[in-house]
């Protein structure tokens, strides 16, 4: 492991020093919870890089999980996109047709 400078969790005006970091846990900086400001996660450590996360906040597993959520959004959001235009088409489509012509049609789904 490299030689690195400790963090400090928790600083704020009434508790200027904060605590000092705990070795054996995970470095993410956690906010809310019971506390009004932030304080390190007790997990234990060993994911990520230099194994300083925990599984929870290993930032590579987190980038391939939002790599695979955005895939399926956008995937969401193609679909979504082709059905707007379906719509527009078929309005487009209904607007040159005569009224008395479109009661004739039937525009319910069976």
Do not use: F
Not at 53 to 71: G, L, S
Not at 73 to 87: D, I
């Amino acid at each position: 492991m490299s030689k690195r400078e400790l963090e400090v969790y928790g600083a704020w005006a009434g508790n200027p020093k904060g605590r000092i970091e705990d070795e054996t846990c995970c470095i993410k900086d956690i906010w809310g919870g019971y506390s009004a400001g932030s304080y390190q996660c007790s997990r234990k450590r060993g994911h990520g890089p230099d194994g300083l996360y925990c599984k929870q906040h290993d930032p590579e597993r987190i980038a391939k999980e939002d790599k695979v959520k955005n895939e399926i959004r956008r995937k969401q959001y193609k679909q979504a996109e082709e059905k707007h235009h379906r719509t527009r088409i078929a309005l487009e489509l209904i607007e040159g047709i005569p009224t008395e012509e479109l009661s004739s049609y039937r525009l319910v789904r069976k």
